[in-house]
């Protein structure tokens, strides 16, 4: 039964649903982050919210704290999901190097059975025009291709992601040019709802005071939870906080993290930075592409395209100087074959005229030819693995000089008989 494209994924990549749903390898990294934003917002909804419904002039107004609390929590989770669900912006990797650039470099040939083979070469880069300036691109030894600008190689997910910014453990996923919108959106909602839970839990530790008309620490022990809700949004706001200022940062320059902690000490010039709000206008307001990857897809099988006559030769080079000789292994066996039994009967017929001669008085020192069955000795033995023969797609063929060694037979002296002698 023929595979689909998810199940035969070369990536790190893990699968749910029928391929409908794609994850890095750390996903389980999600539960810990699930936990982290749903655990204080239970405990605010109970311990804090639940208490405010009734403490603003309008009577019901408090119930707006608790509903605002659980759409905010949900909403931080779909971005949440859309980020470390989907597609980041893999790029598929081919079955094949690109053949347009394959060469034969001669310079860096290895010797193989005592001849040079040209080795196979790829330009390490390349260099693609973006807005009018030269960007150099590398090509990827294990996607068989060159990157498109921005593109990196995840070493975690190993796919080549387009505008990859990083590999985020939080959401077990990279972010790249498919899922950054939803990361940054993510990211800048879990800090407006730090700061909202720390704005209520602190306005409740407001009204405790006002309630009990005491000092601050007595409010406190009335509700610790909300101490305890405060500090938690203090500490994570430095982390969500810092990485939405940092991220804006990016987004107004046009950079990504990658690409800002690589080359930040060479100073190179911004090819991508369009100006403030065009960068900030790419980024959210234009569509987003689709994947590139039909995950639920069959694989095809792959087709053999014929050989082109042009390519023909190389494949004899590569043949001649070893590449592949297992293929003509019973084709060489055939063709020693042959000339074993060519020689064999050349050699029979040269010693029966000698004989023939000598019985009618042949001179002395006259040569014969040893038939190697007559002679004791055992035939020579045609061995494969000796053998490099190439079968040119002319028709023609090549025989190695094994073969030949082989296949050839030895003169010797021929002294006759004293009844012989005169």
């Known amino acids: 039964m023929a ?33 982290l934003i749903i655990v204080p917002m239970i405990i605010f909804c109970i311990f804090v919210a639940r208490h405010l419904r009734h403490e603003f002039s309008s009577y019901n107004a408090g119930y707006a704290v608790l509903v605002v609390a659980i759409g905010f929590t949900i909403y931080v989770l779909l971005l949440l999901f859309l980020t470390s669900a989907r597609d980041p912006g893999i790029v598929p990797r081919n079955a094949h190097p690109p053949e347009e650039v394959l060469r034969f470099d001669s310079s860096a040939s290895v010797e193989i059975g005592g001849r040079q083979t040209p080795s196979l070469q790829f330009p ?13 691109v590398k090509y990827c030894d294990t996607c068989m291709l060159y990157r498109p600008p921005r593109c990196s190689h995840c070493s975690i997910c190993n796919n080549c992601v387009e505008r990859f910014d ?15 919108r939803f990361f940054f959106m993510f990211v800048s909602s879990a800090t407006l709802l730090c700061i909202y839970v720390f704005a209520m839990s602190a306005f409740y530790i407001k009204v405790l005071m006002d309630e009990y008309r005491g000092p601050v620490w007595k409010a406190m022990k009335e509700s610790p939870a909300s101490v305890v809700l405060m500090a938690y949004c203090f500490i994570s706001l430095w982390f969500v906080g810092g990485l939405t200022g940092f991220h804006l940062y990016l987004i107004g320059t046009n950079q990504t993290t990658y690409e800002n902690f690589r080359y ?39 087709v053999h395209r014929p050989v082109l006559p042009s390519e023909r030769g190389a494949e004899s080079e590569m043949e001649d100087f070893g590449a592949n000789p297992r293929p003509k292994v019973e084709e060489d066996l055939d063709i020693g074959e042959d ?47 000796n053998r490099h023969s190439s079968y040119v797609r002319s028709g023609s063929w090549e025989i190695a000089p094994e073969v030949l060694v082989n296949s050839t037979f030895t003169e010797r002296s021929y002294i006759p008989s004293s009844e012989t002698r005169l």
């Open 339 to 385: 000339l074993l039994k060519i020689s064999q009967r050349r050699n029979i017929e040269l010693d029966q005229d000698v004989q023939s001669r000598g019985s009618n008085g042949t001179p002395e020192n006259s040569m014969m030819v040893d038939s190697p069955m007559a002679s004791g000795h055992r035939a020579p033995t045609i061995k494969s693995e």
């Open 264 to 302: 930040r000490a060479e100073n190179r010039f911004n090819a991508y930075d369009l100006g403030c709000f065009s960068n900030f206008f790419e980024v959210f307001c234009t569509e987003v592409k689709p994947s590139r990857n039909n995950f639920r897809a069959f694989v095809q099988e792959e």
């Open 166 to 180: 990083h590999h985020c453990p939080w959401v077990g996923q990279c972010i790249g040019m498919r899922n950054y």
């Open 124 to 136: 390490r880069t390349k260099d693609v025009l973006v807005n009018g300036v030269t960007v150099r």
């Open 3 to 35: 595979k689909r494209v998810y199940e035969a994924w070369k990536g790190s990549n893990k699968f749910i649903l029928g391929g409908r749903l794609i994850f890095g390898p750390d996903a389980r990294s999600l539960i810990v982050t699930l936990a």
